[in-house]
């Protein structure tokens, strides 16, 4: 079965910073991963995807991540963040099942 | 496109009574997912199908949840009787094939008084 960890419940950060939000998956099998983005009152919006290929993924938005089979992550990264940035972040992986798992989600605060 | 489309936004109901929650997925869509979500368990996956045929429901907390896609257009998930740690927002997702391109509806807030 796939799970997922992500470490950091909340993420601080002030605008224009780089930010990481980390992601590690568990899976014994090939995985698909994902980012997907919560603004507040909102559903899910997918961020990026890894299904194959490259490795590092990017978004319209600025976000990339990075696929690392032998550290088993996938973690998110931004250059420079923005006011406009603070949301819930999940993780998530779907392996040969149709199911895909979430993580617990990172709390993006990023003040001016 | 519309959309996901999830109705009602928002429910608030009393205990005991029951509570059907819909969802109309994107047209031409071939998995409907249903998750819950709540601060203590996060986003939890109750019950897919692929093709109007229930996939996988162990998910589902208990017998007084269910779920029905009579056709490609067209989910339910019901509780009867609720009750109030039942209150969450469920999320309806869909998607086409096995591109996993998941897309999500805004959700139905219940709360259970």
């Known amino acids: 079965a796939q799970s997922v960890t992500q470490l950091d419940s909340q993420v601080p950060v002030f605008e224009e910073a780089p930010v990481e939000l980390r992601c590690n998956y568990s899976s014994s099998v090939s995985v698909y991963l994902f980012w997907y983005v919560q603004y507040p009152n909102q559903g899910l919006q997918l961020l990026l995807k890894?299904?194959?290929?490259?490795?590092l993924v990017e978004s319209i938005n600025g976000f990339e991540a990075e696929f690392n089979k032998s550290q088993t992550s996938f973690h998110l990264r931004k250059p420079s963040v923005h006011i406009s940035d603070t949301a819930e972040y999940f993780c998530?992986?779907?392996?040969?099942?149709?199911?895909?798992?979430f993580g617990t989600g990172t709390r993006l605060q990023v003040f001016p | 496109d519309a959309g996901v489309i999830q109705s009602p936004r928002h429910e608030v109901t009393e205990m005991g009574q029951e509570v059907t929650l819909r969802c109309k997925p994107i047209?031409?869509?071939?998995?409907l997912f249903w998750y819950r979500q709540t601060m203590m368990r996060g986003l939890e996956l109750l019950i897919y199908f692929n093709n109007n045929v229930p996939i996988d429901d162990s998910g589902m907390p208990e017998d007084r949840f269910s779920a029905k896609m009579p056709n490609a257009s067209f989910s339910t998930l019901k509780i009867q009787p609720s009750e109030p740690r039942d209150s969450a927002v469920y999320f309806c997702?869909?998607?086409?094939?096995?591109?996993?391109?998941?897309?999500f509806g805004s959700g139905t807030r219940l709360t259970v008084v």
């Open positions: 047209s031409g869509h071939d998995y």
């Open positions: 997702a869909s998607r086409m094939g096995r591109n996993y391109g998941y897309t």
């Open positions: 890894y299904l194959s290929g490259s490795t």
């Open positions: 998530a992986v779907a392996g040969r099942t149709d199911k895909l798992i």
